[in-house]
């Protein structure tokens, strides 16, 4: 029996050729050229043409089209040399987090 390191649950449609795309900051100070590799629901993976090193990549955008109609917020999930996988982030995430961390910093006085 095989042990296998895959834990996606969620369908991943995956480009032979890869999707032409843009990693820009969440508040527009930079600008990355990738390629989509494949994606699903929840999230990507993505190879990076350029370091990404000393960006802000807890929160940042993936912009489909190049006139940045297409868009998902993403963080960061894993680097793997040019790789890197992201997790899409829905609105009102960082809402939830902040209201959960202050309801167990309540519980916790």
Known sequence: MMATTERRTDHRVVFERGFPAQMMGI???????????????????????????????????????????????????????DQIGVNFLKPGDKKKKAARRTENEEADA
């Open 27 to 81: 508040d527009g100070t930079w600008r990355r050229s990738c390629i989509l590799e494949d994606v699903s629901e929840v999230g990507a993976k993505l190879t990076v043409e350029t370091s990404v090193e000393g960006l802000n990549l807890k929160e940042f955008f993936l912009l489909l089209s190049s006139t940045g109609l297409a868009y998902r917020r993403c963080e960061l999930g894993w680097v793997n040399g």
